[in-house]
């Protein structure tokens, strides 16, 4: 006799139709922009109802401060996954950046992740606050990666500390945003010309 499967907790079911708004959400700003951002088409992405994604999120403000939060959770996930914080300082400058770029030409959460952040410039928004403080913390991040690099000996000793870590932000940021302009871009050589300049720009 097969077993019934388990049935699934309220809680369950809530956070898979959330998860699933969320994606959907990700893919209408990928696709479209913000302005592309409705419960109508997020109920048409997602497979779920309007109301759903009403009552879910309540606003469109509230659901793109979600879909922020869910990007963020996502960074910091790869940050585990490809354990850059336990490798050597340039090491995992390099690793965030190659894997930062293959990321905007193969998943929407990036893509959707720079879409939100050009619109709250364009727009002059309240997310501009949210996205100053991610960033302010990925500059931390990339300035303490050079100075352990600097203290183990890869990184050149003068190398000023936060305006390399500034540059390589920037070096992203204007990667996604020519992407967004164009995206039928090749980023594979951009990739491994702007690690190219890295090592050079960085390393003893």
């Given at each position: 006799?097969?077993?019934?499967?388990?049935?699934?907790?309220?809680?369950?079911?809530?956070?898979?139709?959330?998860?699933?708004?969320?994606?959907?959400?990700?893919?209408v700003?990928?696709?479209?922009?913000?302005?592309?951002?409705?419960?109508?088409?997020?109920?048409?992405?997602?497979?779920?109802?309007?109301?759903?994604a009403?009552?879910?999120?309540?606003?469109?403000?509230?659901?793109?401060?979600?879909?922020?939060?869910?990007?963020h959770e996502?960074?910091?996930?790869m940050?585990?996954?490809?354990?850059?914080?336990?490798?050597?300082?340039?090491?995992?400058?390099l690793?965030?950046?190659?894997?930062a770029?293959?990321?905007?030409a193969?998943?929407?959460?990036?893509?959707?992740?720079?879409?939100?952040?050009?619109?709250?410039?364009?727009?002059?928004?309240?997310?501009?606050?949210?996205?100053?403080?991610?960033?302010?913390?990925?500059?931390?991040?990339?300035?303490?990666?050079?100075?352990?690099?600097?203290?183990?000996?890869?990184?050149?000793?003068?190398?000023?500390?936060?305006?390399?870590?500034?540059?390589?932000?920037?070096?992203?940021?204007?990667?996604?945003?020519?992407?967004?302009?164009?995206?039928?871009?090749?980023?594979?050589?951009?990739?491994?010309?702007?690690?190219?300049?890295?090592?050079?720009?960085?390393?003893?």
């Amino acid at each position: 006799m097969t077993a019934r499967p388990a049935r699934r907790t309220q809680a369950e079911r809530r956070g898979e139709s959330e998860r699933g708004l969320l994606k959907a959400a990700i893919d209408v700003i990928a696709g479209g922009g913000v302005g592309a951002v409705t419960f109508e088409a997020l109920g048409r992405e997602s497979g779920f109802s309007r109301g759903l994604a009403t009552q879910r999120f309540g606003s469109k403000q509230k659901l793109i401060e979600a879909v922020l939060a869910h990007l963020h959770e996502r960074q910091e996930a790869m940050l585990v996954e490809h354990r850059l914080e336990a490798r050597p300082g340039l090491e995992a400058i390099l690793t965030y950046v190659e894997v930062a770029v293959r990321d905007l030409a193969l998943r929407n959460e990036a893509r959707a992740y720079f879409m939100l952040l050009s619109s709250s410039v364009a727009e002059a928004s309240d997310l501009r606050e949210g996205f100053r403080g991610q960033h302010a913390e990925v500059k931390q991040r990339f300035k303490r990666w050079v100075e352990r690099g600097q203290a183990e000996g890869q990184i050149r000793a003068d190398v000023d500390s936060d305006a390399a870590a500034l540059m390589v932000g920037c070096l992203l940021f204007g990667l996604s945003m020519q992407l967004l302009v164009d995206p039928a871009m090749d980023l594979a050589p951009l990739r491994e010309t702007s690690l190219a300049m890295l090592r050079i720009s960085l390393a003893r």
